[in-house]
């Protein structure tokens, strides 16, 4: 058996170490939604896999981490904390059991603003939960857009993030509550007037769940599980390289699943179309939708980022 200390010399990582054997890579941030359908499962999460991994696995560690869900009322859940300099590494490791349909997790390397609670992943309006994966420029333009909107006072931190899911809830009431409305519209609008290089996103509430790759600039995955998983009937046990999920529950029931990543070896995971929508309601039910240009009208590249931006995308290219 491979002891811990060796797994860690070795660079194995994870916390179940008769696992396969996984390359320790530099990740960028990481997202996470899951749809268990109308009625609610148990499933377990890690948000980092293993605490002494946290040295092992980068040169630069995550800036946050977050796992929101929604009880039995239908009321959202979310616990998240920064992660400056591993203050808390208890909370980054620790196993959380939660209860819901719908989940939504982020691990988040800094591109725009500082490690406080107000700028981490997910986050919550109008009872409903976001996450994103990118860099959205432009933020002058964007919080006079919010103002001329009547929504500045959505936008509590510094975050491109925040504001993005500020402008999608703005914009979700003045389509009469259709969030998939307003995220249309809302990207839409970013797309034709800010500075964009990555807009990856999953928005949930109780009951529906909407996933966004847009454009090509980083990979988005879908995996429509059926119960037990394709081939030999088993609950879910899924893992990137930071995000571990696991729920028995999973072994006799469907579920949607979307990662930054293929987060298991089930065939069945697929990759989102660049500008591809997806939205999946309680009966699991999954629509695809492609209603956006095929580039933003003002794309960025990873040349125009700095370093640090650069870094928290694909931290290889930072120096």
């Keep these: 058996m ?20 996984v390359k320790v890579v530099v990740p960028m941030c990481r997202l996470f939604g899951l749809h268990a359908g109308a009625i609610s499962i148990s499933a377990t999460f890690w948000l980092i896999d293993a605490a002494d991994s946290l040295s092992a696995q980068s040169h630069r560690n995550p800036d946050g981490a977050g796992i929101g869900t929604y009880d039995d009322a239908g009321d959202p ?3 998240k904390q920064p992660l400056a300099a591993w203050a ?33 992943h997910p986050f919550l309006q109008e009872g409903r939960l976001f996450a994103h994966n990118g860099v959205v420029a432009g933020l002058a333009e964007l919080d006079a ?10 936008v509590v ?17 003045r389509n009469d509550g259709n969030v998939g409305g307003g995220l249309v519209a809302a990207v839409t609008w970013i797309s ?26 980083h990979e988005l995955y879908v995996l429509d599980r059926p119960a037990g998983g394709t081939g030999a009937p088993r609950g879910l046990e899924a893992s990137s390289n930071r ?23 089930d065939p069945a995971w697929r990759v989102l179309q660049p500008g591809e929508l997806l939205h999946v309601n309680s009966e699991l039910d999954i629509a695809s939708s492609s209603p956006f240009a095929p580039a ?23 120096t």
């Design 243 to 265: 995000i571990h999920a696991r729920s028995e529950h999973l072994a006799s029931r469907r579920s949607v699943i979307i990662a930054s990543e293929r987060m298991d070896d």
């Design 145 to 154: 857009r919010l103002a001329e909107l009547g929504a500045a006072e959505l």
């Design 296 to 318: 933003p009208r003002h794309r960025l590249t990873l040349a125009h980022l700095d370093p640090g931006t650069a870094a928290s995308q694909h931290p290889s290219a930072a």
């Design 192 to 217: 034709e007037h800010l500075p964009l290089y990555a807009l990856n996103l999953v928005l949930c509430t109780a009951t529906d769940l909407w996933a966004l790759r847009y454009p090509a600039t």
């Design 77 to 79: 859940k979310l616990d």
């Design 157 to 173: 931190g510094q975050t491109d993030s925040e504001r993005v899911f500020a402008l999608i809830t703005t914009e979700t009431a």
């Design 2 to 21: 491979v002891t811990r200390a060796a797994a860690v010399a070795t660079g194995v990582v994870g916390r179940h170490l008769n696992r396969p054997a």
């Design 88 to 120: 808390d590494p208890e909370f980054a490791t620790a196993a959380r059991d939660l209860h819901g349909t719908t989940f939504v997790a982020h691990v988040r390397y800094a591109s725009t603003g500082a490690h406080t609670m107000a700028n981490t």
